[in-house]
């Protein structure tokens, strides 16, 4: 698999716009704004990007919500149901979910060893790119080959 053009061109807009502190081990950015916002492709501007971000973020938690719900209402019907999971299509990501009818924890605030949570929910949101696979794996090798070749 190899990087896309548009992939290493935005790489390359991203290198001049940050710089690393060796001493510290920190990246930074270096030009005026974001450069996110900077590289955002035609037709795309921050106010867009923010509304979507925004948008998925309340989907996110009210899928969470709704899913928390119909959860515990099946649990209680259900006495024997322990867990329940499953997943949201949100385009091209995934917001997945598991309730779990209990989990039993360290105290470490309490008087008690342990203590009982009901109803406790995981949400994952999983973006596309984050999977290993796409132009992210192509990524990710070329980064392991140049390593290789300059840190062996």
Request: no cysteine; hydrophobic share 35%.
């Amino acid at each position: 698999m190899s990087l896309k053009n548009e992939t290493t061109e935005l790489s390359k807009k991203i290198k001049d716009a940050v710089t690393v502190d060796v001493t510290a081990g920190e990246i930074t950015e270096t030009t005026p704004g974001s450069i996110y916002e900077q590289t955002l492709p035609e037709g795309i501007d921050k106010k867009l990007v923010k509304a979507v971000n925004n948008h998925n973020a309340t989907f996110v938690a009210a899928s969470t919500l709704a899913v928390g719900e119909l959860s515990v209402d099946a649990m209680k019907k259900e006495p024997a149901l322990e867990r329940v999971t499953g997943s949201i299509k949100m385009a091209n990501d995934t917001v997945s979910l598991t309730v779990d009818r209990s989990k039993t924890y360290k105290d470490h605030f309490g008087e008690n060893d342990e203590v009982v949570k009901y109803g406790v929910t995981r949400t994952n949101y999983e973006v596309r790119a984050g999977k290993n696979g796409g132009q992210l794996k192509a990524a990710r090798v070329a980064i392991n080959e140049l390593a290789a070749d300059l840190l062996k």
